[in-house]
C-alpha cells in the first residue's frame, strides 16, 4: 500500500511512511504505509507487507520497553475508529490509534557500534557529534560505551543533520535534553541485550519523542524496526566491514551504486531488490518476536 485513502477521519499529515488523521482532538490514527525512504528521499517503489511488519514490531517493543519510558500507545483498536470495510483493510495490521503529543524537535539516535553517518564522520575528525573516542577503531567495531548522537528533523526531502548534545539543549531544553538522552540509552540497551539472545545486532537506532500539555515526556512514533535501526545478523559480523543487514540499508548499499546525487526522484528499484528488501523486513520480526 503506497498511499492511503481515509474520509471518515480528518487528514493530518503525510510523512515519509506514515499517513497520519485525527481521532477526536486528544488522538491520532497513524497508518504505516508500505513506502520506503532513504537518504531522506521517499522511493517511488514500495515494499510489500513493510508498513505490517513496521507496526507489529513496534507494537511488540513498546509492550516490552513500557516499564522504562511512557509511550503514545492508547489499546484501542484502529479499525473501531473508521468507517466501512474498504477503510478497515486498509489500517487492519498496519496502524496504532495514539496520543496526540508535541513532538520534540531532535531525533534521539543512539549508537553502540561505528557505522554510517558515524563512521564518516569518526575518520574525518576523531568524534561523532562532538564525542571524543578512541583513535584506531574500525568500521563496524563496538563502541566503549554506547553514546547519545542527537540530531535535527529536517523537513522532507532534506537531510537530518547530527548535532552536539549542546545544540540538543538549546532547541528543547536543558532538563528535556536530558531526560531524553536517558530514556534513549536505556531503551537501546534493553534492546540490544533481548535482541542478541536472537541472534541479532541492534548497531544503532533512532527514537522520537514528545510532550504532552504538562511537559510530560512520552516515546512515539515508531521504534527499533528495520526503517529505524540496523539489525546484524550476530553470526555474520566482522569487525573491518559493514555486515550485511535486516534492514533498509540493504535498499542504501544498492542505491549507493547508482549514479544519483541523493535527490528526489530516485531510481526505480529493481524487482530482487524489492524482493529481498521485504524477505529481510520479515526475517527480522520473525526472529526478534517469533518462538
Not at 105 to 117: D, F, N, P, Q, W
Not at 132 to 140: D, I, T
Not at 260 to 278: E, F, S, Y
Request: glycine letters at 8%.
Amino acid at each position: 500500500m503506497l498511499t492511503t485513502d481515509i474520509t471518515s477521519l480528518p487528514f493530518l499529515h503525510s510523512g515519509k511512511v506514515r499517513d497520519i488523521y485525527a481521532v477526536g482532538e486528544d488522538k491520532l490514527l497513524i497508518v504505516q504505509t508500505d513506502r520506503l525512504s532513504a537518504f531522506d528521499v521517499v522511493l517511488d517503489d514500495p515494499i510489500p507487507g513493510k508498513g505490517e511488519v513496521l507496526t507489529a514490531l513496534s507494537e511488540f517493543w513498546f509492550k516490552k520497553l513500557g516499564h522504562l519510558v511512557r509511550n503514545h500507545t492508547t489499546g484501542i483498536e484502529p479499525e473501531s475508529v473508521v468507517s466501512g470495510e474498504a477503510e478497515r483493510a486498509q489500517v487492519r495490521g498496519r496502524a496504532m490509534v495514539v496520543r496526540k503529543l508535541t513532538p520534540l524537535t531532535i531525533e534521539a539516535i543512539v549508537r553502540g557500534y561505528v557505522i554510517g553517518s558515524g563512521w564518516k564522520e569518526y575518520q574525518k575528525t576523531g568524534a561523532i557529534c562532538g564525542i571524543a573516542l578512541p583513535a584506531g577503531l574500525k568500521e563496524a567495531q563496538k563502541l566503549p560505551e554506547t553514546i547519545f548522537t542527537p540530531s535535527t528533523k529536517a523537513p522532507a526531502g532534506e537531510h537530518d543533520e547530527n548535532i552536539p548534545f549542546a545544540d540538543a539543549e538549546r532547541r528543547v531544553g536543558t532538563a528535556i535534553a536530558h531526560e531524553l538522552r536517558a530514556a534513549a540509552i536505556s531503551l537501546y540497551t534493553h534492546a540490544a541485550e533481548y535482541a542478541a539472545t536472537r541472534g541479532i545486532i541492534i548497531a544503532d537506532t533512532k527514537f522520537e519523542f514528545g510532550t504532552d500539555a504538562a511537559g510530560t515526556m512520552y516515546l512515539i512514533d515508531e521504534i527499533l524496526t528495520p526503517d529505524s535501526s540496523r539489525f546484524w545478523p550476530a553470526s555474520q559480523y566482522r569487525v573491518g566491514m559493514s555486515p550485511p543487514s535486516f534492514d533498509k540499508q540493504f535498499v542504501r548499499d544498492w542505491l549507493e551504486t547508482q549514479p544519483w546525487n541523493k535527490k528526489a526522484p530516485a531510481p526505480r528499484l529493481p524487482a530482487d531488490i524489492i524482493a529481498k528488501t521485504a524477505e529481510k523486513y520479515r526475517e527480522a520480526l520473525r526472529l526478534l518476536t517469533g518462538p
